[in-house]
């Protein structure tokens, strides 16, 4: 395995301080957003015990950002996430939410592609190359980080109720319609 794919393994002491193994030296959750950001994986361990404690570290950073103002998810989101810890939406929403984020990294990949391959009749206007370049840096940095991440996989067929699966149905279709539309620009 190259040593990019490794994941950056972080441990936490004892002191809760967080230590960087591969340059030995301590470091701050903002450090391992940007380690993140930059399209590295990250792997975060208690020393003493070797739990995994990366799911709780990556939750405080989005929480950290959020309270910073830095509002990404909506609060109707936010509250559909905390409705979906009890019942049949427990099962179905990690999986939905895996193939929206792909959805959306597909989407952006295909829209860089689409914005160097494909003729456009503006080409020949003057600066438009440096304003394709600008678009292309533009959307980079929006979607930074977003291609390196791994897709869970297919949902595993479950026994819901019919209006899950409608509900569901409604929201790839809502999906699909914004794939649709990226697709477009």
Same mark, same amino acid.
């Given at each position: 395995?190259?040593?990019?794919?490794?994941?950056?393994?972080?441990?936490?002491?004892?002191?809760?301080?967080?230590?960087?193994?591969?340059?030995?030296?301590?470091?701050?959750?903002?450090?391992?957003?940007?380690?993140?950001?930059?399209?590295?994986?990250?792997?975060?361990?208690?020393?003493?015990?070797?739990?995994?404690?990366?799911?709780?570290?990556?939750?405080?950073?989005?929480?950290?950002?959020?309270?910073?103002?830095?509002?990404?998810?909506?609060?109707?989101?936010?509250?559909?996430?905390?409705?979906?810890?009890?019942?049949?939406?427990?099962?179905?929403? @990690?999986?939905?939410?895996?193939?929206? /984020? +792909?959805? %959306?990294?597909?989407?952006?990949?295909?829209? &860089?592609? *689409? #914005?160097?391959?494909?003729?456009? @009749?503006?080409?020949?206007?003057?600066? /438009? +190359?440096? %304003?394709?370049?600008?678009?292309?840096?533009? &959307?980079? *940095? #929006?979607?930074?980080?977003?291609?390196?991440?791994?897709?869970?996989?297919?949902?595993?067929?479950?026994?819901?109720?019919?209006?899950?699966?409608?509900?569901?149905?409604?929201?790839?279709?809502?999906?699909?319609?914004?794939?649709?539309?990226?697709?477009?620009?």
């Amino acid at each position: 395995m190259a040593e990019d794919e490794k994941p950056l393994l972080i441990k936490r002491y004892a002191s809760r301080r967080l230590y960087n193994t591969e340059t030995s030296d301590y470091v701050t959750l903002e450090d391992i957003a940007k380690f993140i950001r930059d399209g590295r994986e990250v792997q975060i361990v208690d020393l003493k015990s070797g739990d995994d404690l990366t799911r709780q570290y990556l939750l405080q950073i989005v929480a950290e950002h959020e309270s910073r103002g830095e509002n990404v998810l909506p609060v109707d989101v936010l509250t559909d996430l905390v409705r979906s810890y009890t019942g049949a939406a427990q099962s179905v929403v @990690p999986q939905f939410l895996a193939a929206s /984020f +792909e959805m %959306l990294r597909e989407g952006h990949s295909q829209m &860089l592609d *689409n #914005m160097t391959k494909m003729p456009n @009749p503006m080409a020949n206007m003057p600066g /438009f +190359e440096a %304003l394709q370049r600008q678009q292309q840096a533009f &959307l980079q *940095n #929006m979607m930074a980080g977003w291609g390196t991440a791994g897709s869970s996989g297919p949902a595993p067929e479950s026994d819901e109720k019919s209006d899950d699966r409608s509900e569901l149905n409604a929201i790839k279709k809502q999906l699909a319609d914004l794939q649709s539309k990226l697709n477009k620009m």
